[in-house]
């Protein structure tokens, strides 16, 4: 059976580019697998916008005891991301005055996660990881932690994420921003203070972001006009599902902070606004995969980080009907990829 942890991490005077020091950072973080004797078999999971440390869950069929990310064979971390909700701090984080930071978090960025990966590997004492492996969010996560220093990089997987995000992607960023802070009790992001919760405006974002997340296609085949009712449709009812679901689970102001981080994903800022030279610390064995259906990030897009990447890479295209969501979907193509692409 797979050995499976749960632990935090407190990593002290953490700097955001922003400029905000924190005087202590809590990192959330599950094992699966054992670490071998020469610590060359770890792999590091980076997960999506709103997913968490359960790499086995959010990713079955893709990582576990005999699938392609082989729980029995690595041993495989997944963090979870500044900024978020199950863990590591957050919003929701206690602040020195003994109230949660709400509004007073700061922005954090892309770059900031994987710094903070960094620090996260050093405590572990992995020298370097076997890969590092990430889609949509995770694989901007999992390209910046490359960057940042590639001896600590020896294969680097970049799934449906490109190397900057362009003017359609802020554009829907916006509206969810929007669709969170017009909500009457998000007070700024300091509901939590005044006993508030701003569902209604946090399901809103979700269902804007769930239609960038599948294909026009395929909400088409699959709902078509039918109703459940006379003014209401079944595809009503699904993003409203899909809006319930995520309100259960999720911190509305963690939800702006990361969106605005994905947002404003750039690899070139600090490095050169010529692509190929802001690539050139990456990692020199690359796996770039895009999802043929993907609006969110269109596969020229995602080609795009592929051609400029250095050294090695291997450039795939998994045909789905799903849309952006096929990166979790089309368990059995990403897995003959990631297979291929870990045992080469």
């Known amino acids: 059976m797979t050995t499976q942890s749960t632990s935090v991490e407190r990593i002290l005077g953490f700097v955001t580019d922003s400029g905000h020091t924190f005087g202590t950072v809590e990192v959330a973080y599950e094992t699966f697998g054992t670490l071998n004797a020469d610590r060359s078999n770890a792999i590091l999971i980076e997960h999506a916008l709103t997913g968490d440390t359960r790499a086995t869950d ?116 916006m509206m969810q921003e929007r669709a969170i802070e017009l909500d009457a009790d998000y007070y700024s992001g300091d509901y939590t203070a005044v006993g508030r919760f701003p569902g209604q405006g946090l399901g809103l974002a979700r269902q804007i972001a769930h239609l960038t997340y599948r294909n026009d296609a395929e909400l088409n085949q699959r709902f078509s006009r039918r109703r459940r009712s006379p003014d209401y449709y079944e595809v009503s009812s699904y993003l409203d599902y899909q809006a319930k679901k995520l309100t259960a689970r999720f911190d509305p102001h963690s939800y702006v902070v990361l969106t605005r981080a994905l947002r404003d994903h750039d690899v070139r800022t600090g490095r050169s606004s010529d692509l190929p030279t802001a690539l050139a610390d990456a990692c020199t064995d690359n796996l770039v995969i895009s999802v043929s259906s993907d609006r969110l990030f269109p596969p020229a897009q995602v080609e795009l980080l592929a051609q400029n990447l250095p050294g090695a890479v291997s450039y795939h295209v998994i045909e789905s009907d799903v849309g952006h969501d096929g990166f979790l979907t089309e368990t059995a193509a990403v897995s003959a990829a990631l297979t291929d692409f870990l045992r080469a």
């Open 58 to 173: 959010w990713w079955a069929g893709i990582v576990g005891p005999g699938e392609a990310i082989d729980t029995n064979e690595y041993f495989v971390v997944c963090a979870n991301s500044l900024g978020g909700c199950s863990g590591t701090t957050g919003p929701q984080s206690i602040y020195d005055d003994g109230l949660a930071y709400g509004s007073r978090f700061p922005a954090v960025t892309i770059r900031d996660m994987a710094r903070l990966e960094h620090n996260l590997t050093q405590i572990l004492g992995i020298d370097s990881w076997h890969a590092v492996i990430g889609g949509s969010m995770g694989g901007a996560r999992a390209l910046e932690f490359a960057l940042l220093d590639k001896r600590k990089v020896k294969k680097c997987a970049v799934i449906a994420a490109p190397a900057f995000c362009e003017a359609d992607q802020i554009a829907w960023a």
